[in-house]
């Protein structure tokens, strides 16, 4: 099932100069890249998003770290795309994350963990409407696209 969700590459990432090493898995891995923003999240924008974790310990934190810098927030579609984010992500926390996954190759810990993936197609499309106006949705054809989908 072709799918889109929305990743954001955190403040540490960008700090890093990750962004291309990123990037470039999920271009490797054959996603679609549909929409890109560069930007620092005001507080309220960064509050919605991580509206779920309200009321937690760590959501303080958590909105300080993601306002702290520029980040970069795209939209990928692809096969699974939602659930196959994720695997690359790797687990929250960077001790859990097997080698080969984002978060297990690059970070070290859950409060640097560099990317946010949507964790589910209801999720995405919250996430995505927060952050993307339709226009900013760029539907285009792939040449290569046949050499990754029968
Ligand atoms: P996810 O990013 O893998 O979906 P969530 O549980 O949704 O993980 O948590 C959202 C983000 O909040 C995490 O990626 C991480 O940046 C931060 N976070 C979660 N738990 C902790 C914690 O215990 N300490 C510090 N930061 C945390
Ligand atoms: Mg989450």
């Known amino acids: 099932m ?5 990743v ?3 403040p540490d990432a960008v700090q890093r100069g990750l962004m291309g090493e990123i990037v470039g898995r999920l271009e490797s891995k054959g996603l679609k ?14 509050e919605r998003h991580y509206a779920e974790h309200k009321g937690k310990s760590f959501f303080p934190g958590l909105i300080e770290y993601i306002i702290s810098g520029p980040v970069l ?8 795309a939602v659930a196959s984010v994720r695997t690359m992500m790797g687990k929250t926390n960077p001790q859990d994350a097997l080698p080969g996954t984002i978060r297990g190759d690059l970070c070290q810990q859950t409060g640097r963990n560099a990317i946010h993936g ?16 339709d226009y900013e949705i760029t539907e285009w054809k792939r040449s290569i696209d046949p050499w990754f989908f029968e």
């Open 73 to 80: 927030c795209m939209v990928w579609e692809g096969e699974n």
């Open 118 to 133: 949507s964790d589910s197609v209801d999720s995405a499309r919250r996430e995505i409407s927060n952050f993307f106006n």
């Open 8 to 10: 954001l590459l955190k």
């Open 2 to 6: 072709i799918e889109r969700t929305f």
């Open 33 to 46: 890249p549909v929409a890109m923003k560069f930007m620092r999240l005001p507080k309220e924008l960064a």
